[in-house]
């Protein structure tokens, strides 16, 4: 009997055998042991929206000013746990360009857009990494050794040829070793007498199977079990190589996850714990107070899910555009036109422009330099339909976008007024450039 000397991991094992291998042989459970009391692990299931607010940003709050345009970029962080996709939802003040950019390159994780909805922008997060169960290697194992078998097969099915349902009922019915009622329907009596048949045919495939896999993990097999295969049914050997095989692809799975390769003699219990504790933290179920089995099994794989952990995180930075319109350079703050306000004889500066939405003039920039409002004062008369936006962009340099909500042509002006205003200090006048993105006024 394979794994003899190891109790915990033989029963462990027979729990998460592939249906076949339950179908040929069934066996006693027994809950794998838990590692002993500690911290509880909580981990942060995110909620299934994140709302990012671009409007409520402070109209003091600077952007950053990218070469692709101003933008509001908010940081957001989250793990992908107990949720297999999370949409973020962005409010913008107008309509621009949102995007959401990903910046953790370890992430397995897919990034949709969505149909915009008025002044919401929908962007769809999906976790690609796909944790696996006991029961998945468990079916993975039937296949493998099914393909082994693939002579024994071909040679089951050509007896079937000549055979009628009920003669094939009868011989499983006879299998002594088969533990699952025989089924009805002439199909499933087929694909089961052809498994079965295949494994009673085939010990000599089986063995050689075991052997080679036995000599790969030595650790996992001792002595007196190799002796037992000699005299094994093929049966018997379908049941070890199901138990071995189904470790082995677990093991090498908890590897490609960044933990270390099994070679203790409870391997099959420590291998059980840590696929258990991967899914239990990937599903978020380590979170339910009342799962004590998902909460030990995170436990026991704490300190070895980092690279699962990185594979789910998601690091992202949501950025907004403030909309500009390619046939209009001086929409782009980098195409501002210069206001320098250092000249300490004057009085004020009245800056004077004019948007045009309907011809693609919709937003004007402005580079305020040496502007300081410790000393100058910005006025803005009220013109229906014209918004400011000021923004710092260093010391002494700001950024000032004039914005028409209208639809047609419309003046705008503001002042810098001198607090201090100099005896016999001038009064400037600055005329938005017709040569667009260009014009430069220095005083």
């Not at 069934?26 to 909580?42: C, F, K, L, Q, W």
């Not at 040679?155 to 699952?180: F, I, P």
């Not at 705008?412 to 430069?440: C, M, N, Q, W």
Request: proline share 6%.
């Amino acid at each position: 009997m394979m794994m003899a000397n190891t109790a915990h991991g033989h029963q462990f094992a027979a729990s998460v055998l592939p249906s076949l291998f339950l179908a040929l042989l069934t066996h006693g459970t027994v809950t794998a042991a838990a590692p002993p009391a500690a911290e509880d692990v909580i981990w942060a299931v995110p909620p299934p929206v994140l709302k990012v607010d671009f409007a409520a940003a402070e109209p003091q709050t600077p952007p950053r000013f990218l070469a692709d345009g101003a933008a509001w970029e908010f940081p957001l962080g989250f793990t992908l746990a107990g949720r297999e996709r999370v949409t973020i939802e962005a409010q913008l003040p107008e309509p621009g360009k949102f995007e959401f950019v990903q910046t953790n390159p370890a992430a397995q994780v897919e990034i949709r857009r969505l149909p915009a909805a008025g002044a919401i922008e929908k962007t769809d997060v999906l976790r690609t990494w796909k944790f696996k169960t006991m029961k998945d290697f468990g079916q993975e194992a039937d296949r493998v050794a099914l393909q082994a078998l693939e002579q024994q097969r071909q040679q089951a099915r050509q007896e079937m040829a000549d055979r009628n349902v009920k003669a094939l009922q009868a011989y499983l019915r006879n299998v002594s070793q088969l533990k699952t009622p025989v089924p009805e329907q002439e199909q499933e009596v087929r694909d089961l007498y052809e498994k079965v048949r295949a494994v009673e045919l085939g010990p000599d495939v089986l063995r050689a199977c075991l052997t080679e896999l036995a000599d790969r993990r030595g650790a996992w097999v001792t002595a007196e079990e190799r002796k037992a295969w000699d005299k094994a049914s093929g049966f018997e050997l379908m049941r070890d190589y199901g138990r071995l095989l189904t470790l082995d692809l677990a093991d090498k799975y908890l590897a490609a996850c960044g933990f270390q390769r099994e070679t203790e003699q409870n391997f099959a219990t420590v291998i059980g714990l840590k696929v258990a504790g991967i899914e239990a933290f990937a599903a978020g179920r380590s979170l339910d107070p009342q799962d004590v089995d998902a909460r030990q099994a995170v436990k026991a794989a704490a300190q070895d899910l980092g690279k699962v952990r990185t594979a789910l995180t998601v690091l992202a930075q949501c950025r907004y555009y403030l909309p500009a319109d390619p046939e209009d350079p001086n929409s782009q703050w980098f195409h501002a036109q210069r206001v320098v306000c250092a000249a300490r004889n004057l009085a004020s500066v009245t800056v004077s422009g004019a948007l045009d939405p309907s011809h693609h003039d919709r937003a004007d920039w402005w580079t305020l330099a040496e502007y300081d409002p410790a000393w100058v004062r910005l006025e803005f008369p009220s013109v229906e339909g014209v918004t400011y936006q000021v923004y710092p962009d260093g010391e002494r340099r700001y950024r000032l976008r004039a914005v028409s909500a209208g639809g047609g042509p419309v003046r705008y002006d503001f002042t810098l007024h001198a607090r201090t205003v100099p005896t016999d200090g001038k009064r400037v006048e600055v005329h938005e450039s017709a040569v667009k993105a260009i014009a430069k006024f220095p005083f």
